[in-house]
Structures are given as C-alpha cells and as structure tokens.
C-alpha cells in the first residue's frame, strides 16, 4: 500500500546489501513511485553532504538513506557527562538526521559530516543488544530511547519500525522504550498493546518557539492531543521542556503552555517531565545563524559558559527554570521532573535538593 | 543590509575609524539586537546611549571602545543591569584590599570567587572577619548570581 508521507524527499537510497530487507522492501512499496530509488555499493557514502548544494544539511534530509548500521545501536546518552546530573538514559540509534528543521537543534553540527536521512535495516539486532545488556544487569531498569539522534516517530508511516519496538519491548519487564517526538504521527501505535513498557514523549515549546524555530513540526496543541490519544490506547507519555529559551516574555508564555498542558492531561497521567535551557557550542551557533538568520529565538542573552556552550546567563535561565518548577509543583507536586545538561549546583537551586545519582534516577524513571 | 542601515554603519566607521576587528563586533552586535528587538539598525545607532558614546570627549579609540560597550549593554540588557548592580553591591562591602571578591565572566556560572592574599597572620585574621562582618551580604550576592533576587525579570 502507498503511504502519503508527511515530509517531502527528493530521493532513496539503498544499500545493495539490505535491498532484499524488510525494511527496504517496505519502504520501496510504501513509497509507490513517488520517490526515485537508486541503489548503491556503500550507504556511508551516500550519506554524505551535498556539497554542491546551497545548504548540503537541508538537502541530506531529503535524502532518505537504507543501509546497514556497522556500529552497535545502543550507546549512553551522549548528553551525559560528570559535569551534569543526568538522568542514567541509553540510546538506541535506529535512525539518523530528522526531516524536521529546529533551528536550535544540535544535530546541525553532531551530522554535518553525513546529513542524510539513515535508517538501518539491521534494526532486529538491536533487540540482540537490549537482551545482552539484561542479562549483564540482572537488577536494573532502562529507559531506552531513539529519539536522540532522529525523531521517533517521522517517517514511521513509511518504516512501521515503531510496531517492532514496542512489540519487543512489551516483553521485557526491566525495559522501558522512550519515543521522543515533535510529530503527531501516531497511527502506527494504535492496535498494539504496549503492556505498559512504551512511554512517546514530546518536546514542548510555547507557541512562540514553535512559530519561528520549530519548522516542519506538530503544533505544540497537536502534540498534546497525540499524547492524549496514546494515553487512552495504554501508553504512557512524558513531555521535555527543552530548550527553555529565555526570550523576553517566556516565563509568561512557559506558564502558559503548562496550564495548556494539564489543561488537556490530567498531571497524575504524565509520567515525568524534563527541562532543559538551549544550549548551542560556537560552531552550532554560527551554523544555526546562517541557516536561520531571522530566528529572533537565536539572539537571547546566551554567554559562553564553562562547558564551552552559550546558554542564557546563570541567574537568567535558573530563575526561569524555577518559575516553571514552581508552577509545576503546584499543578503536579507527585510528578518526576529533571534537568537535562545542568550542573547538581543548578539542579539543587531549582529543585531545593540534590539531584539523584543518574543510575538511581534512570531506574526510577523507567519502572514509573 | 538595507540602504539606511548601511549608510549609518558606513558614517560610524568613518566617524571612529573603527578597525576591522571593531567593525565585525560592531556589526555582529547591531544585526542580533536588530533582529531581537524589531529594530532597524540605524534606529539602534539614533539611541541615545550610542550616540553620547560615539560624541564622547576623549581619543577616537577610547570612543570606539565606549561605544562598543554601549552596544554590548543593549545586546545584553538584563545581563548587563544584573552585573552593574552586583558590581555595586560588592563595592558596598568596603572589604580589605587583600580580599577580592570576583564575580563570573559574563555571569555564564554561579560560582563565586573569593581570593584573599596575605602575607601574614594579622592580614589573615583581618581578611577572615571582614568576611565575616559581611556574610549576610555575600550570601546574598551567591544567591543573586543563581537567580534569586528577582533581578532577571522573565
């Protein structure tokens, strides 16, 4: 059956020695003739920027890539580090690049080198990875995600990867599958029965942000009303307050976009929610100014911080970051919240105590 | 660049004969305000901070310095007001000229450094109950640089 799909491609590529998958099968028949389809020796090279194009990162994600992932698929979090309190979260790279386009996003620097859009046949052995890490912590919950290096959940109409995971993690009682999205793009989760162990969360920016940085996405009411479907077909769903940008009038709108929130969700049903303040290194500032040089949401009171990341000065975004705390204290006093790349000494500032080892909050997160 | 813009940016260069290094600053600060603020550029180089900057009395040099602070003070208001006034807070504390108290480069932290030098028990014993005298008030101040004081307004 033919799909329409929510993001325009220019082209496929697909790895001779996955083009008899069934992932490449799929996405061939799903596409019809819409989208022409080459096939080629290495898929690491196809994946390669387009330097003849003016912008070769929005021409790679056009290019949809089909090839096989030579590295494992499971690695730690690559926010994680001693210098933050962190939230113990593993990744699961199924994908990489998003054809969304957030003028923050960090993917601008971390795939410059290879923009377009891959997505791993081999996925199934990923699954041969989460066992082999079950079995070597026989006493310890995971949350797994793989929403880090692309969205969830954009282009599932066309690779169904979805149905897999939460087929597989709904199996696995100490796993706890995180689909991390800016879409609405739901349809491939309805009918199955996650048993509990699959949460989709959602990045959530006021109106604003949405309007002149997060294009191509969901709007922030689509996404809440995606995650209300998903709760009443048996998944849980958590939000991420990130990036926090510290515009004139934010804690205004912040405060807003949570009463829509709770508004729509009843507190008790999110599972937690997370913040964290735009943070971008020199180089993804530069690139995010010269791709998006009308973003007014690119030009806050971000100073270079120790870390070597400009984000908005200390007391600036931890006065904003306890203003939504304290909102969401009111709202939601029983519901897990974190900070995402923040320092224990700004953890405890906001949240009046100190943060939770990562291995300690990972597992609390993942048996909620 | 739109015609007007440009002409105001070409007048100042000429008017401070600023050097490229200035000029790539200048230009960088003026386009981020402009387009946070809804401005045009030209309207920023008409405020009046900038223009007592640029007609100060003094050397070209030191106006072009003045002026590029002035900038950097409409690039970065809220930081800047929260800076000045810690500035005068701790200028306040009268402390020792053995103690110094330095606040964060660009606030970009909430770490705050107190450096005592001495070169003998006396210096020390009187650094130590300076400290002491004004505690409350550098609690205040750790406290500020993390966002309590309501200082940042949001």
């Known amino acids: ?368 | 660049m739109a015609p007007p813009d440009r002409n105001a940016v070409l007048d100042l260069a000429i008017t401070l004969r600023l050097r490229t290094g200035q000029l790539v600053t200048a230009l960088e600060l003026l386009e981020e305000t402009a387009l946070r603020e809804g401005q045009s550029i030209a309207g920023i180089l008409a405020a009046d901070s900038i223009r007592r900057a640029i007609r100060s009395p003094g050397s070209r040099p030191q106006r072009a310095a003045l002026f590029l602070a002035r900038l950097r003070e409409l690039r970065y208001p809220r930081l800047t007001r929260l800076r000045e006034s810690l500035a005068a807070e701790i200028s306040e504390l009268r402390l020792p000229a053995q103690v110094k108290l330095a606040l964060p480069r660009n606030l970009d932290s909430d770490e705050f450094r107190i450096e005592i030098t001495v070169r003998s028990n006396e210096q020390l014993k009187e650094a130590l109950e300076a400290l002491a005298r004004v505690r409350v008030q550098l609690a205040r101040i750790i406290a500020r640089l993390g966002g309590d004081g309501g200082d940042c307004e949001l």
């Open chain 1, 1 to 368: 059956m033919v799909v329409t799909v929510s993001f325009e491609l220019d082209s496929v590529m697909v790895e001779n020695a996955v083009r008899t998958s069934e992932l490449a099968t799929r996405v061939i028949s799903k596409l019809g003739s819409a989208v022409p389809v080459k096939f080629v020796a290495d898929g690491r090279e196809a994946a390669r920027p387009q330097r003849s194009a003016a912008d070769p990162f929005t021409a790679g994600k056009r290019t949809m890539v089909v090839m096989r992932r030579r590295a494992p698929f499971l690695m730690a979090c690559p926010a994680g580090s001693a210098e933050f309190a962190c939230c113990g979260y593993l990744v699961l790279n199924l994908a990489s690049n998003c054809p969304m386009d957030c003028s923050y996003c960090f993917l601008q620097e971390y795939l410059a080198d290879n923009p377009a859009f891959q997505i791993y046949a081999n996925y199934h052995d990923a699954f041969d990875e989460l066992d082999a890490l079950l079995r070597k912590s026989p006493n310890r919950h995971f949350r797994v995600g793989t929403g880090e290096l692309a969205d969830s959940l954009a282009f599932d109409s066309l690779t169904g990867m979805s149905r897999d995971l939460v087929e597989f993690f709904s199996r696995r009682e100490r796993l706890m599958l995180e689909l991390k999205t800016k879409t609405d793009e739901i349809d491939n989760l309805m009918g199955i029965d996650p048993r509990g162990r699959t949460l989709v969360s959602w990045t959530l920016s006021p109106e604003s942000v949405f309007r002149s940085s997060e294009h191509k996405t969901a709007a922030p009411s689509a996404r809440i009303n995606a995650a209300r479907s998903l709760l009443e077909n048996g998944y849980k769903v958590a939000f991420h307050f990130d990036p926090i940008i510290a515009y004139p009038q934010a804690e205004r709108d912040y405060l807003e976009l949570l009463a829509l929130l709770f508004d729509s969700i009843a507190p008790e049903k999110i599972s937690f929610v997370s913040m964290g303040g735009l943070r971008m290194t020199p180089a993804l500032r530069k690139t995010a100014r010269t791709r998006f040089p009308t973003d007014p949401m690119l030009v806050g009171e971000e100073v270079l911080s120790s870390d070597g990341r400009y984000r908005a000065f200390a007391a600036l975004r931890t006065n904003l970051y306890r203003s939504i705390e304290k909102r969401l204290k009111e709202f939601a006093p029983g519901l897990p919240r974190y900070l995402c790349m923040e320092s224990a000494s700004v953890s405890e500032r906001v949240f009046g105590v100190r943060p939770q080892h990562p291995a300690e909050l990972g597992d609390r997160l993942a048996s909620r």
